[in-house]
């Protein structure tokens, strides 16, 4: 049972209903999940009425972003809840906004864009109980950010800062590290082995079929992508 994993899309509607609509006409998938800045609170009602529509059935889903308004997305059909385990897999959405100073708070730019201290310890507790096997997230911890878009040069150092989003997952690599981790966030379609985890950066309207519960076909799936 396959699920496509689709990169932000930062409002595109029409590009992401068609990935996820192929996915399931042509792609041999059964669910697909969209993994952050899906733009959720930036359109108006008719927007994310579609949305509903489109997600009502629980075929495609989606975890938050730091351009997704937190509170709208609550009210949203197919929203993943931050903590979510399902199978081995867990979910947390939130990401602190580099450009936020160029944004308009409650507009475009929302304070509780990153899950607060307490929430995250909550995360952490959750990760150290149950040890998932997959996480799939909307940024990555600083050290896997640092390892694969400041070392390799892709991004410049003045783009690199420390988050409390980026630190609680460093401490969940510290207690256990996944299988696999698939996020978003840094628009680049990247793959990398660090320590014992296959991580996998999606880039913008990018997506990977994979069968979460399968090791083997993920690692297939994965083959040269991203490198």
Partial sequence: MKTRLIGDIHGD??????????AVDFGGC??????????????????HDRVNDFQYDGTHRFIRGNHDNPAKCKEML?????????????????????????RTEGVSWWRDEELSISELYEMIDIYEKIKPRIM???????????EMFF?????????????RTASA???????????????????HSIKRDYKNTTYVCL????????????????HEALEGWGE
């Fill in 151 to 163: 070392r390799s040069g892709i991004l410049p150092s003045s783009e690199r800062h420390t988050t």
């Fill in 30 to 47: 059964d669910h697909t999940i969209q993994i952050g800045d899906f733009g959720i609170g930036f359109a108006g009602s008719y927007w």
């Fill in 13 to 22: 509607w029409n590009g992401y209903s068609e990935i996820a609509e192929n």
């Fill in 169 to 187: 997952l460093n401490t969940m690599m510290e207690i256990h590290q996944p299988e696999f981790h698939f996020f978003g966030h840094w628009h």
């Fill in 203 to 218: 880039g913008i309207n990018d997506y990977v079929d994979v069968d979460l519960a399968n090791s083997n076909q993920i």
């Fill in 136 to 146: 799939i997230t909307h940024d990555c911890s600083f050290d896997v950010a640092t």
């Fill in 78 to 102: 197919g929203w993943i809840k931050d903590g979510l385990v399902e199978d081995g897999v867990m979910y947390i959405g939130g990401a602190w906004s580099i450009d936020q100073a160029y």
